[in-house]
């Protein structure tokens, strides 16, 4: 498979994510909305939307992170870069993306030794649904995979641009 289809590929599993987040949002604002009236009209609250609105909150960052970076929508302090020259930024942004894609590799290795050791050891959360720590945990670890990937993909896109201007250059 050629690089373009992997990266075809990739941005279409980030676009599936955030469809799923979206969909979260949506489920989010209708629980909220549900245990409002029957917090306050009925005088009957449920015991589990709090906890699965956590939840929910939880997976939403970690499921369009890279999808964010990919549209160049994270905050920025450019302040420094807009000073730089085109080809001394490219290599800033190549730089501190293969970075940053450590520290998410890092995470990664960490999260899924932490779920696989939830997992072996059967540990559910300690309250009302008692759900597995290991799927909760999963989310992070997903999450810090795509967004490595996106971050490689972004380093090698700006190293690229910084050969280009160079050699544009001399």
């Given amino acids: ?10 941005d279409k599993i980030l676009l599936f994510f955030t469809s799923i987040a ?38 939403i960052p970690f499921l369009v992170g890279a999808w964010v970076l990919r549209e160049e929508g994270h905050v ?8 730089l020259s085109k080809k001394n930024r490219a290599m800033v942004i190549a730089v501190t993306s293969f970075f940053s894609a450590l520290i998410c590799a890092i995470l990664t290795v960490f999260g899924v030794k932490t779920a696989l050791y939830f997992y072996s050891v059967g540990y559910k959360t300690p309250t ?39 050699a544009s250059s001399e």
């Fill in 22 to 59: 979206g969909i979260l949002v949506i489920c989010l604002m209708l629980l909220v909305s549900m245990e409002v009236v029957l917090r306050y009209f009925f005088g009957k609250p449920t015991s589990w939307v709090v906890e699965v609105s956590e939840y929910i909150l939880l997976f």
């Fill in 1 to 10: 498979m050629s690089l373009n289809k992997l990266s075809s590929f990739f």
């Fill in 128 to 166: 009302v649904l008692k759900l597995p720590k290991s799927a909760l945990i999963s989310v992070i670890f997903f999450g810090m995979f795509l967004l490595f990937i996106q971050l490689m993909r972004r380093g090698y896109s700006h190293l690229k641009e910084w050969k280009r201007l160079r």
């Fill in 76 to 83: 920025k302090m450019d302040m420094l870069l807009i000073q």
